[in-house]
């Protein structure tokens, strides 16, 4: 199977089965024998359901993780002296570039 068609096979769990019977009760060939194959097919689908959004939860994990760790970088002083540092080199005085005053003390 190519990628594209396990994609196909594990959306096809929410298309509607055409051979379920209608909400109203009435009774229709799915309900009279269960086929083994069909059986193994949504225990299949189901399992790559789960599978797909267990992945997609951790990726969210990971993504939340690696936000804090760049927001936590942002805020660092080292961070912020090199951002000042760039900014006074980039200035175009011919005199000597001055840091701020509060980076004296």
């Not at 309900?31 to 299949?44: E, L, N, R, Y």
Request: proline content about 8%; aromatic content about 2%.
């Amino acid at each position: 199977m190519t990628e594209n068609d396990k994609a196909d096979l594990a959306l096809t769990v929410y298309a509607p089965d055409p051979e379920e019977p209608a909400e109203d009760g009435e009774a229709g060939p799915a309900s009279t024998a269960a086929d083994p194959a069909s059986t193994a097919s949504a225990i299949a689908l189901a399992a790559e359901r789960d599978r797909l959004a267990r992945a997609l939860r951790d990726t969210h994990r990971q993504l939340a993780t690696t936000e804090q760790q760049l927001n936590a970088m942002k805020r660092s002083s080292t961070l912020q002296l090199g951002q000042i540092i760039v900014a006074t080199a980039k200035r175009p005085w011919i005199a000597a570039p001055r840091l701020p005053r509060h980076l004296y003390r």
